[in-house]
Protein backbone atom coordinates (compact mmCIF):
# COMPACT_ATOMS: atom_id res chain seq x y z
CA UNK A 1 0.00 0.00 0.00
CA UNK A 2 1.58 3.15 -1.08
CA UNK A 3 2.11 5.95 1.56
CA UNK A 4 0.93 9.03 1.38
CA UNK A 5 4.07 12.08 2.27
CA UNK A 6 2.57 14.92 3.96
CA UNK A 7 5.59 17.20 2.55
CA UNK A 8 3.82 17.05 -0.88
CA UNK A 9 1.10 19.10 0.87
CA UNK A 10 3.75 21.87 0.77
CA UNK A 11 5.13 21.47 -2.76
CA UNK A 12 4.99 23.93 -5.42
CA UNK A 13 3.93 21.57 -7.81
CA UNK A 14 0.94 19.89 -4.72
CA UNK A 15 -0.43 23.02 -3.37
CA UNK A 16 -2.13 24.21 -6.51
CA UNK A 17 -6.14 23.10 -7.58
CA UNK A 18 -4.52 21.80 -11.05
CA UNK A 19 -3.36 19.48 -8.93
CA UNK A 20 -5.96 18.13 -6.42
CA UNK A 21 -6.50 14.98 -8.08
CA UNK A 22 -2.55 13.84 -6.57
CA UNK A 23 -4.07 14.39 -3.41
CA UNK A 24 -7.40 12.46 -3.75
CA UNK A 25 -9.53 15.62 -4.14
CA UNK A 26 -11.68 17.18 -7.12
CA UNK A 27 -11.13 20.42 -8.26
CA UNK A 28 -14.63 21.29 -6.48
CA UNK A 29 -13.33 20.62 -3.08
CA UNK A 30 -10.09 22.33 -3.81
CA UNK A 31 -12.34 25.02 -4.77
CA UNK A 32 -14.56 24.66 -2.35
CA UNK A 33 -11.67 24.62 0.60
CA UNK A 34 -10.15 28.08 -1.04
CA UNK A 35 -13.51 30.00 -0.69
CA UNK A 36 -13.81 28.61 3.02
CA UNK A 37 -10.05 29.72 4.03
CA UNK A 38 -10.79 32.99 2.16
CA UNK A 39 -14.39 33.66 3.97
CA UNK A 40 -12.63 32.75 7.22
CA UNK A 41 -9.97 35.02 6.80
CA UNK A 42 -12.58 38.22 6.18
CA UNK A 43 -14.30 36.80 9.43
CA UNK A 44 -10.85 37.65 10.84
CA UNK A 45 -10.05 40.56 10.04
CA UNK A 46 -13.75 41.52 10.87
CA UNK A 47 -12.97 40.26 14.36
CA UNK A 48 -10.65 43.01 14.85
CA UNK A 49 -11.75 46.23 13.72
CA UNK A 50 -15.02 45.18 16.32
CA UNK A 51 -13.15 47.33 18.60
CA UNK A 52 -11.33 49.93 16.79
CA UNK A 53 -14.14 52.54 17.19
CA UNK A 54 -13.38 55.58 19.40
CA UNK A 55 -13.18 54.45 22.96
CA UNK A 56 -15.76 55.50 25.63
CA UNK A 57 -15.02 58.29 27.60
CA UNK A 58 -13.55 56.52 31.18
CA UNK A 59 -15.75 57.85 34.21
CA UNK A 60 -13.94 60.81 36.29
CA UNK A 61 -12.14 58.71 39.66
CA UNK A 62 -14.78 58.48 42.64
CA UNK A 63 -12.99 60.82 45.38
CA UNK A 64 -14.03 59.22 49.06
CA UNK A 65 -14.78 61.28 52.11
CA UNK A 66 -15.70 64.81 50.34
CA UNK A 67 -18.64 66.36 50.93
CA UNK A 68 -20.76 66.90 48.07
CA UNK A 69 -21.34 70.64 46.45
CA UNK A 70 -24.82 72.25 46.74
CA UNK A 71 -26.57 72.34 43.86
CA UNK A 72 -27.85 76.00 44.39
CA UNK A 73 -23.93 77.17 44.67
CA UNK A 74 -24.02 77.86 48.13
CA UNK A 75 -20.23 76.67 49.61
CA UNK A 76 -19.43 75.19 52.99
CA UNK A 77 -16.34 75.22 55.33
CA UNK A 78 -16.71 71.76 54.66
CA UNK A 79 -16.21 71.90 50.92
CA UNK A 80 -12.82 74.06 51.77
CA UNK A 81 -11.54 71.97 54.50
CA UNK A 82 -8.47 70.26 52.41
CA UNK A 83 -4.73 70.68 50.75
CA UNK A 84 -5.15 72.80 47.73
CA UNK A 85 -1.99 74.00 45.22
CA UNK A 86 -2.23 77.16 43.05
CA UNK A 87 -2.78 76.27 39.14
CA UNK A 88 -3.74 79.74 37.95
CA UNK A 89 -3.21 82.75 38.52
CA UNK A 90 -5.19 85.60 36.44
CA UNK A 91 -2.64 88.10 36.81
CA UNK A 92 0.06 86.70 35.21
CA UNK A 93 -0.35 83.62 32.93
CA UNK A 94 3.00 82.40 33.45
CA UNK A 95 3.26 82.32 37.07
CA UNK A 96 5.23 79.60 37.81
CA UNK A 97 5.83 79.20 41.42
CA UNK A 98 4.37 77.05 44.18
CA UNK A 99 1.74 77.98 46.02
CA UNK A 100 -0.21 75.35 48.57
CA UNK A 101 -2.79 75.99 50.66
CA UNK A 102 -4.17 74.03 53.35
CA UNK A 103 -7.82 74.91 54.85
CA UNK A 104 -8.58 73.64 58.55
CA UNK A 105 -12.04 73.05 59.42
CA UNK A 106 -11.09 75.36 62.93
CA UNK A 107 -10.62 78.12 60.92
CA UNK A 108 -6.94 77.93 60.34
CA UNK A 109 -5.01 77.70 57.44
CA UNK A 110 -1.04 77.03 56.83
CA UNK A 111 0.53 79.07 53.41
CA UNK A 112 2.99 77.24 51.68
CA UNK A 113 5.25 79.48 48.88
CA UNK A 114 8.12 79.23 46.67
CA UNK A 115 8.27 82.80 45.52
CA UNK A 116 12.46 83.75 46.27
CA UNK A 117 15.04 81.63 46.01
CA UNK A 118 15.20 80.33 49.44
CA UNK A 119 12.97 77.60 48.96
CA UNK A 120 9.23 77.19 51.02
CA UNK A 121 8.33 79.18 53.39
CA UNK A 122 5.10 78.33 55.68
CA UNK A 123 2.57 81.26 56.86
CA UNK A 124 -0.06 80.65 58.89
CA UNK A 125 -3.24 82.37 60.50
CA UNK A 126 -7.00 82.44 60.88
CA UNK A 127 -9.76 83.00 58.30
CA UNK A 128 -13.30 83.80 58.43
CA UNK A 129 -15.43 82.29 55.95
CA UNK A 130 -19.30 83.51 55.09
CA UNK A 131 -21.09 81.10 53.19
CA UNK A 132 -23.86 83.15 52.29
CA UNK A 133 -21.83 85.51 50.14
CA UNK A 134 -19.16 82.60 50.31
CA UNK A 135 -16.65 85.02 50.79
CA UNK A 136 -13.60 84.75 52.66
CA UNK A 137 -10.76 86.62 54.56
CA UNK A 138 -8.26 85.81 57.00
CA UNK A 139 -5.57 87.03 59.30
CA UNK A 140 -1.67 86.32 59.29
CA UNK A 141 -0.12 85.45 62.77
CA UNK A 142 1.91 88.33 63.26
CA UNK A 143 -1.37 90.35 62.65
CA UNK A 144 -1.13 91.06 58.88
CA UNK A 145 -4.56 91.10 56.93
CA UNK A 146 -4.72 89.16 53.92
CA UNK A 147 -4.20 92.02 51.04
CA UNK A 148 -7.92 91.42 50.18
CA UNK A 149 -11.20 89.07 50.46
CA UNK A 150 -12.04 86.83 47.72
CA UNK A 151 -15.03 85.66 46.36
CA UNK A 152 -15.51 81.70 46.00
CA UNK A 153 -16.54 79.32 43.59
CA UNK A 154 -16.34 75.25 43.04
CA UNK A 155 -17.13 74.44 39.88
CA UNK A 156 -16.68 71.04 41.55
CA UNK A 157 -15.53 69.37 44.61
CA UNK A 158 -11.90 69.54 42.95
CA UNK A 159 -11.51 72.96 42.22
CA UNK A 160 -11.91 76.15 43.42
CA UNK A 161 -11.21 79.52 42.58
CA UNK A 162 -10.79 82.83 44.59
CA UNK A 163 -11.61 86.34 43.12
CA UNK A 164 -10.19 89.16 44.83
CA UNK A 165 -12.88 91.82 45.90
CA UNK A 166 -13.23 94.68 43.45
CA UNK A 167 -11.45 92.96 40.46
CA UNK A 168 -10.65 90.14 37.98
CA UNK A 169 -7.64 88.73 39.61
CA UNK A 170 -8.75 85.04 40.56
CA UNK A 171 -6.66 81.99 41.48
CA UNK A 172 -7.36 78.72 40.81
CA UNK A 173 -6.31 76.15 43.02
CA UNK A 174 -6.65 71.99 42.53
CA UNK A 175 -7.47 69.56 45.28
CA UNK A 176 -3.77 67.68 45.62
CA UNK A 177 -2.10 66.18 48.63
CA UNK A 178 0.97 68.66 49.75
CA UNK A 179 4.29 66.33 49.34
CA UNK A 180 5.55 65.59 52.65
CA UNK A 181 8.79 67.32 51.72
CA UNK A 182 7.53 70.82 51.84
CA UNK A 183 5.61 70.35 54.67
CA UNK A 184 8.58 69.14 56.70
CA UNK A 185 11.34 71.23 55.52
CA UNK A 186 9.88 74.64 55.01
CA UNK A 187 10.50 77.40 57.41
CA UNK A 188 8.41 79.95 58.95
CA UNK A 189 8.56 83.08 57.24
CA UNK A 190 9.62 86.22 59.20
CA UNK A 191 7.44 89.59 59.76
CA UNK A 192 9.54 91.35 56.93
CA UNK A 193 10.26 88.17 54.20
CA UNK A 194 8.46 87.26 51.47
CA UNK A 195 5.52 88.25 49.34
CA UNK A 196 2.60 86.42 51.45
CA UNK A 197 0.10 85.32 47.86
CA UNK A 198 -3.04 85.97 50.16
Not at 39 to 56: E, H, I, N, R, V
Not at 75 to 85: F, M, P, Q, R, S
Not at 88 to 112: G, H
Not at 116 to 136: L, Q, V
Request: aromatic share 10%; net charge negative.
Amino acid sequence: MKKFNFLHLFSPRQSSCKHGSALGLSKTLCKLLLVAIITLSFAACGDKDKGSGTPATPEPPVIPDLPPLDPSGKITLDNLAGEWKLTKWTVDSEFSNNIYLEILADNTFVLYEDITSHGFSKMTGTFAFDNDANTISGTYTNGTAWGSSYTVAMPDVMTMRWTAAGTEDTSVYTRTTIPSDIVQTSRAAQDDEGYPFL
